[in-house]
C-alpha cells in the first residue's frame, strides 16, 4: 500500500485527529494529498516518518483555522461513546464532534467522513442524530451504517460506525470480495519467537483461566489462526490483561503479540514503521483505523468523485495492495494442526 499523488484527481484531505495516520494512508494510496492534526506526539512523528502529507502537532478547537482541503476525514476522541466509559455525550471533555463541524462549516469540503466506535449508536444515538443532521443543515447528504473492517480484507473484526456526507447523494461502500485470516497475515511470525519474546507466566496463565471462566468464554481467547483476530485495543495490546492478544505455539506456552504483528493484524504495510517505545506504539497501533479498511473508504470516495461505480472489483489488480505478496501463507491444514 504506496502512498502516491494522483495528479488526474488532485484533492486534498484534511485529517483531523489523524493518530498515526492509518486512515489518511488508505487515502495516500488512492492518490489522495493529505495534511493531517493530531495532538500526540508520537502519533505525529509515525505519521511524519510513513506518509506523503505533513502531519502538525496542535490540540484543536472549534477556533482553529486550516488550509483549504477538498474532503474532511477524521476520528473525533470517541470516549465520550465508548460502551464501557459513562456516555456523557456533549457534557465529556473529551468530546471532539464540535471541532469536526466547524472545520466543515469553515472550509466547505466537496465530501466528509468520520468513524467512531459502535458505542455512538446507544445511549448517545440522539447525538449521532444531531451531528447528522448539523451536516445535512451544511447541504450534505448523509448515510452512516455500522461496519465491520473484517469485511474489508482486515485480518481482524473490527466494527466501526462509518458517516459519509457530500453535496450530492453518496453510499457507503459494498464490502470486499475476500476475507483474510490471522493466520494469512501473520505468516511465518506467528510461530517464530527469540530471546525479546515475552511469555505469559504460570500465574498469569492461572490469571486468565479464571478470566475466561468468569466470562463463560467457550473457547480460549488465544489467537486462533484460521479466523480474523479479535478487535485489537490499546488495552489488550500493551496492558497485561485477561483478555490480552497472546499466541499459543506448538510447545503450549503463550506469548504476547509483538509491534509488528499487531501491525500486520490492523493491515498496516511492512514498511510502515512506529515511533516511540512499544507501549507508544501499541497504542498508536490499537487507537488507528485500520489501513486496508480506510482504503476501501477513500476508493469508493474517488469513483464518487470521478463519477464512477464502485464495483468493488477484486484487489488482486493492484500490485501495490499486496500487503503479504513476500511471506508464506499457511495452508489450511498446518493452521488446524496449530489449533490441536
Not at 483549504?68 to 470517541?78: E, F, L, N, R, T
Request: charged share 25%; with cysteine.
Amino acid at each position: 500500500m504506496q502512498p502516491h499523488i494522483d495528479p488526474a484527481l488532485n484533492k486534498t484531505v484534511l485529517d483531523l485527529f489523524a493518530g498515526c495516520g492509518g486512515l489518511s494512508l488508505g487515502f495516500e494510496a488512492n492518490g489522495f494529498k493529505t495534511i493531517g492534526y493530531e495532538m500526540d506526539e508520537c502519533a505525529v512523528a509515525t505519521y511524519n516518518r510513513n506518509l506523503l502529507g505533513k502531519c502538525i502537532q496542535e490540540t484543536l478547537t472549534v477556533d482553529s483555522v486550516y488550509p483549504k482541503a477538498d474532503i474532511i476525514i477524521g476520528g473525533p476522541p470517541c470516549q465520550p461513546f465508548s460502551v464501557g466509559g459513562k456516555q456523557l455525550g456533549l457534557q465529556d471533555a473529551r468530546d471532539g464532534f464540535p471541532i469536526f463541524l466547524a472545520a466543515v462549516k469553515q472550509l466547505e469540503p466537496e465530501v466528509v467522513l468520520f468513524e467512531n466506535v459502535r458505542g455512538i449508536l446507544y445511549k448517545n444515538k440522539w447525538y449521532l442524530h444531531e451531528v447528522v443532521d448539523t451536516l445535512e443543515e451544511f447541504g450534505y447528504h448523509m448515510q452512516y451504517d455500522l461496519l465491520n473492517a473484517v469485511d474489508y480484507e482486515v485480518p481482524q473484526n473490527r466494527e466501526r460506525v462509518i458517516v459519509i456526507g457530500a453535496k450530492k447523494k453518496i453510499s457507503l461502500p459494498k464490502k470486499a470480495k475476500r476475507r483474510i485470516t490471522a493466520g494469512q497475515a501473520l505468516g511465518e511470525l506467528a510461530l517464530q519467537h527469540d530471546a525479546s519474546s515475552k511469555f505469559l507466566t504460570a500465574s498469569m496463565d492461572q490469571y486468565v483461566a479464571k478470566y475466561e471462566k468468569a466470562s463463560k468464554c467457550v473457547t480460549p481467547r488465544d489467537l486462533h489462526l484460521d479466523r480474523p483476530a479479535r478487535t485489537l485495543t490499546c488495552r489488550n495490546l500493551a496492558g497485561s490483561t485477561g483478555d490480552m492478544h497472546r499466541i499459543r505455539l506448538q510447545d503450549g506456552r503463550r506469548r504476547r503479540l509483538t509491534v509488528r504483528e499487531a501491525a500486520r493484524l490492523q493491515s498496516f504495510p511492512e514498511w510502515f514503521e512506529f515511533a516511540g517505545n512499544e507501549t507508544e506504539q501499541f497504542n498508536q497501533i490499537g487507537n488507528a483505523v485500520a489501513p486496508y479498511f480506510s482504503f476501501h473508504l477513500a476508493r469508493h470516495i474517488k469513483n464518487y468523485l470521478f463519477g464512477k461505480i464502485d464495483d468493488q472489483s477484486s484487489l488482486k489488480e493492484v500490485k501495490q495492495l499486496r500487503l503479504f505478496a513476500n511471506e508464506k501463507i499457511y495452508p489450511s491444514r498446518n493452521v488446524q494442526n496449530i489449533q490441536r
